[in-house]
């Protein structure tokens, strides 16, 4: 997997927004058409688009299936790994059905870690572990709740479990535009072979170069990042990120 500059899309009641380290109460809005929205990011060049389902995450079950739905059907080609609310075999194979690449399951890796190992023998290469952070320690239910766990443990419990990847996020870092966790994205790279996924601080070019560059030094892979509000307050340009990340290839 080449590394590739992946935009978010953040549903919540059917709109498209962005929160502020995770929390309700501080939230953008940044379009009421998600569909919409993610029409933009492939016509911008987007291969892959993550999707994240946030009234989902909260209510334990998926909310906005129809919008979803709807991206993958009108971009077939497109790789599309979605969260929020990733909590049963049924729900994993109704989105693969209906066209979504990856599912990445969250909060019920860490409260059933066994649920993982049983879905990547279920759906082998469609499933990634969403691994969020707060200084370190693991974050379940939209991060609401902070967990005793490492991330590190868990993510070398899943490696032998066979997932396609891990999308670690910095909840310290989200939404903030502060810069990306570069030591812990390495430290985590360094202590997995599972393809990492970074998210969270991005907010322009020298990040990407950041990522890309600290990519070439861990044992592990850093195949790509996730980014949001850059993209959305256009401190961020896509087709010149992702012109960065294939020069780098």
């Not at 075999?89 to 399951?105: H, R």
């Not at 870092?173 to 360094?190: C, E, F, N, P, T």
């Amino acid at each position: 997997m080449t590394f590739q500059v992946i935009p978010a899309i953040d549903f919540k009641d059917g709109k498209v927004v962005n929160l502020v380290q995770g929390k309700l109460d501080a939230s953008t809005v940044y379009s009421d058409d998600p569909v919409r929205m993610a029409d933009r990011w492939v016509e911008e060049g987007a291969e892959r688009l993550h999707l994240v389902d946030l009234d989902g995450a909260f209510e334990g079950e998926p909310v906005n299936r129809a919008a979803i739905e709807a991206i993958a059907r009108n971009h077939p080609s497109l790789t599309i790994q979605l969260g929020g609310g990733i909590r049963s075999a049924e729900i994993i194979e109704a989105y693969l059905t209906a066209g979504v690449s990856q599912l990445i399951i969250g909060t019920k890796a860490v409260e059933e870690p066994e649920f993982v190992g049983e879905m990547c023998k279920r759906f082998p290469g469609h499933i990634m572990v969403g691994l969020d952070a707060l200084h370190g320690m693991v974050a379940t239910r939209g991060w609401v709740e902070v967990t005793d766990i490492s991330v590190k443990s868990l993510a070398m419990l899943f490696e032998a479990d066979g997932i396609e990847s891990i999308v670690y996020t910095d909840i310290g870092k989200d939404g903030m535009m502060g810069g990306v966790s570069l030591h812990s994205i390495r430290d985590l790279a360094d202590s997995v072979s599972v393809p990492i996924i970074a998210s969270g601080g991005v907010t322009d070019m020298r990040d990407i170069e950041a990522l890309l560059e600290t990519g070439k030094k861990v044992s592990g892979g850093i195949v790509g990042v996730i980014t949001g509000r850059a993209l959305y307050e256009g401190t961020l340009d896509l087709r010149e990120a992702i012109a960065l990340a294939r020069s780098w290839e």
